[in-house]
């Protein structure tokens, strides 16, 4: 499948890398073995499944063109004993890494296709540090991530959400449903 998908993405001038996880929940399959948690509820009570992330390949007009890559984990809990802050733990401990291997995969690709301008595309759960540095140390990749932090811009009076409240628009879009 990936092949194919590749070869269709070669056809394309652009392609948009649509990356975002799953949360698969089989709290009800008692018997199951290997599953992670994959939230807790209000209650304290812990829902059971696995976590899928994955990269879709989509065309400009919107013509999926296929999955790139999917990976599939049983979430593990942060032990107890583990006391270290979020900002100690390395990345590649981290749930947030599975966002830099598929961009690291992303980019791999670009290499193959220099013809093929590859945009990879992410919600919120992609805005951290590390995303950002990992593609500006090989911008092969065009990144687009929608903004979760109100980050400060350099040589700007704003903030990013008051400058994009600011900023004159660009284009108006109708959807119709």
Not at 161 to 167: G, K
């Amino acid at each position: 499948h990936r092949e194919r998908t590749v070869r269709r993405m070669k056809a394309q001038r652009t392609v948009l890398c649509i990356q975002d996880g799953s949360d698969l929940e089989y709290t009800s399959l008692a018997q199951c073995e290997g599953l992670g948690i994959i939230g807790t509820n209000q209650t304290s009570a812990q829902s059971r499944g696995l976590h899928l992330h994955t990269t879709l390949a989509v065309a400009p007009n919107g013509l999926p063109l296929g999955v790139l890559r999917a990976q599939c984990v049983a979430p593990k809990l942060k032990s107890p004993e583990d006391q270290r802050p979020s900002w100690a733990i390395p990345i590649k401990d981290k749930e947030t890494f599975s966002w830099i291997e598929g961009l690291r995969d992303t980019m791999d690709l670009a290499a193959k296709m220099p013809q093929t301008r590859l945009i990879k595309v992410c919600d919120r759960e992609a805005d951290f540090f590390d995303m950002f540095d990992e593609q500006r140390r090989n911008p092969c990749v065009d990144l687009l991530v929608r903004a979760n932090h109100n980050r400060v811009i350099p040589d700007e009076p704003f903030k990013l959400f008051e400058a994009i409240r600011q900023a004159p628009l660009q284009t108006k879009v109708q959807v119709h449903v």
